[in-house]
């Protein structure tokens, strides 16, 4: 097949929970960076947001819509072999939602963000006057070394977000495909609509009091 595939229909890809989530995290992770050496409190608190958008995200992954759900992107090894051989393709991507290989990519920025905020909570700072409300739990020593795996951590936070950008724009170039409009709008065109089935609302309500709660909970050290 030759060129684009024309666009058929707009539909509704991204809900507004996966939106909001995406953005509010490239904003506060770009905060918590900034007001990671001199200004720890707001780092800190800026932490326990991150830790209740990555706790809801993995909510929404089980119980939200389609799109956002790890069922429906999450692929093995054949899909992923069989993606491969087309990415470098250059016709529009038309899968609706997350492809085969941007799955690994959204799994892998998740984890990272798990093993960041988990690393932040136990960190303490070279003068101990700084540390994450589980720091202590462990001895100042393991409080150190933790420390220094949440900035590896970072390191490999940063590479993984470089890699998802290039790969946005790679789409944009050479697959004439545009994936930030969607994640803007929510909206994408596609050949034909795929019919995604959206979440109840009670389900958003629920995952934003239990991840709420828990970020709570963990910015108090876990003590009530
Ligand atoms: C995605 C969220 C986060 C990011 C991107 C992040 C990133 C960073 C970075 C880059 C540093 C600087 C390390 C250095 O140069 O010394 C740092 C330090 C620190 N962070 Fe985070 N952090 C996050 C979440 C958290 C959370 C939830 C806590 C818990 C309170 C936390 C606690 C700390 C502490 C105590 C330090 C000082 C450790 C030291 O001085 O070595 N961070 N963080
Ligand atoms: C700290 C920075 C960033 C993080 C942690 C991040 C993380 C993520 C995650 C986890 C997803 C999956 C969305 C979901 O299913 O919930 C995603 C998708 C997406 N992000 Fe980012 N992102 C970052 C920066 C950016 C930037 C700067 C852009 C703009 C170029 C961008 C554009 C997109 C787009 C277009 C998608 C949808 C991709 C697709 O259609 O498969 N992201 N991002």
Redesign the pocket.
């Known amino acids: 097949m030759a060129g684009p595939t024309p666009p058929g229909v707009r539909v509704k890809l991204w809900d507004g929970p996966v939106r909001l989530v995406h953005w509010a995290l490239v904003g506060?992770?770009a905060f918590?960076?900034w007001a990671?050496?001199d200004h720890?409190n707001w780092?800190?608190w800026?932490?326990?947001t991150?830790?209740g958008l990555v706790l809801f995200r993995i909510w929404w992954g089980f119980a939200g819509g389609e799109a956002a759900r790890f069922a429906s992107f999450v692929k093995g090894p054949r899909a992923i072999g069989a993606y491969l051989k087309t990415v470098g393709r250059r016709e529009a991507a038309t899968t609706p939602g997350h492809n085969p290989l941007g799955a690994l990519s959204v799994v892998a920025i998740l984890l990272t963000?798990v093993v960041?905020?988990t690393?932040?909570?136990f960190?303490?700072?070279?003068d101990a006057f700084?540390?994450?409300?589980l720091?202590d739990r462990v001895s100042f020593e393991l409080g150190?070394r933790i420390?220094?795996w949440?900035?590896l951590?970072?390191r490999v936070?940063q590479g993984l977000v470089a890699l998802h950008v290039l790969a946005i724009a790679y789409y944009a170039v050479w697959k004439r495909t545009n994936l930030l409009g969607p994640m803007i709008t929510g909206r994408r065109a596609l050949p034909s609509d795929p019919g995604l089935a959206g979440a109840p609302w009670w389900r958003l309500l629920l995952g934003v009091a239990l991840a709420g709660a828990a970020a709570w909970f963990l910015?108090k050290g876990l003590r009530l």
Do not use: C, K, M, N
């Not at 960190?123 to 070279?126: P, Q």
């Not at 700084?130 to 409300?133: M, R």
């Open positions: 506060l992770i918590s960076w990671a050496e720890l780092h800190r800026s932490g326990y991150i830790i963000l960041q905020v690393t932040g909570l960190a303490v700072d070279v700084e540390a994450g409300p720091s150190r420390a220094g949440h900035e951590s970072f936070l910015s």
